[in-house]
């Protein structure tokens, strides 16, 4: 008898036809799913919708353009792993531009680019990596003979949607910290009247990129998005509101040298400049490296990569910010010790007197 992934593989349609294709299992499709509603904050109940969304869908074109980058977050769509790019993300989507990836080259690669724009026009998804110099005309960033802000607009005023990926297309990043001698800014600046979503972060997580297109591909549009732009499934809450050592901040208990005692014990790392009370993202609850780890869990703090200019907001790296949020008002690192240390003071005080009490109550009742 014939296995049901064989039966599925032969009735398959849209994206899906591609996925079983590559021999990955239902079980392990639906598994997909549900790890997907789970990054979109959705009840589990939302993995069936998901997955008839993905086997009923045309496959979506993307074009992925680089700038001024490091190829920080091709490398981490590279290294995918839930699901892994060749599984998934590449069947489920139809990349016919990529200049890190693609077969392609020189004439032959901008025709690609080329033949998407003109003959998909406002149907096509538009992937954006690194920042848009605007100094000088543009000059330091050409590809092909052409300028970065020239690239954009057509490419993304022409697109269905944009996507920056990572802090340098999203406002700019390392490229645009001072003195910023290119003139780099983020993609939606460069474009003011171009949709664009921002999945900020150097890199971005690439579940969070994989999560929305899922969502485009369910619902047929982007997801809810905060004040900048930003979809509020990963970044709709502070790092610090997750965080696995947040118990030890609520208790005063900080890290104070790198190694110490603290250290060892997982402490809190505020005093040694985690940004993690001022930055909103989902890492502490998507992780990295097959969900295994993320800086702070590792041991070294947050540095605000998610926010907005954060190579000059949030520099230098290893001192602690002024203020944080806890305990309902804005409190320093000393104030929180401080305020712990009084009340434990207080309950051994009162401790104390309860057994001072007690004890000569008893003395009396033996007395009687």
């Known amino acids: 008898m014939r296995d049901e992934d064989e039966i599925v593989r032969e009735s398959a349609g849209g994206p899906y036809r591609q996925i079983v294709a590559r021999g990955v299992s239902r079980r392990d499709f639906l598994k997909f799913c ?20 993905i086997e009923k869908a045309e496959r979506p074109i993307l074009v992925w353009l680089e700038f001024q980058d490091c190829a920080g977050n091709t490398e981490a769509l590279l290294r995918a792993t839930k699901p892994t790019i060749a599984e998934i993300v590449l069947d489920v989507l139809s990349v016919d531009y990529h200049e890190t990836i693609m077969a392609p080259a020189g004439k032959q690669a901008e025709k690609s680019l080329e033949d998407v724009v003109k003959n998909h026009k406002g ?4 992937c954006v990596e690194g920042s848009i110099p605007l100094k000088d005309n543009g ?5 092909g003979g052409r300028s970065a802000i020239d690239i954009a607009k057509e490419v993304c005023g022409n697109a269905l949607a944009t996507i920056a990926v990572g802090t340098c297309a999203t406002s700019g990043g390392i490229p645009a910290a001072a003195p910023n001698p290119t003139g780099a800014i983020g ?6 009247n171009v949709t664009v979503l921002n999945l900020t972060g150097c890199p971005m997580n690439v579940e969070n990129l994989t999560a929305t297109v899922v969502h485009f591909l369910t619902f047929g549009g982007l997801p809810a998005t905060d004040s900048i732009g930003r979809p509020l499934f990963a970044y709709g809450e502070r790092i610090h509101d997750h965080c696995e050592r947040r118990a030890h901040y609520d208790a005063g208990q900080f890290v104070k040298q790198w190694g110490d ?9 505020y005093e040694m400049g985690c940004k993690g009370p001022e930055t909103f993202g989902n890492c502490p609850v998507v992780k990295y490296n ?4 993320w800086p702070v869990q590792a041991g070294h703090g947050c540095i605000g990569c998610f926010q907005p200019e954060f190579w000059d907001k949030m520099t230098p790296f290893y001192r602690r910010l002024p203020k944080v949020p806890g305990f309902g008002v804005e409190v320093t690192a000393d104030k929180i010790g401080a305020g712990v240390a009084a009340v434990a003071a207080v309950g051994v005080a009162a401790h104390r007197i309860a057994r001072a009490i007690r004890g000569k109550q008893d003395k009396k009742e033996d007395t009687e």
């Open 261 to 269: 005692e603290g250290h060892r014990q997982g402490w809190c790392l």
């Open 187 to 192: 993609v939606k600046q460069a474009l003011p």
């Open 290 to 293: 097959e969900g295994t780890s």
């Open 139 to 143: 000059v330091y960033c050409c590809v």
């Open 123 to 126: 149907k096509y998804i538009a």
């Open 34 to 53: 549900s790890a997907m509603a789970a990054v979109l904050g959705l009840s589990g109940t939302f993995a069936g919708k998901i997955a008839e969304a």
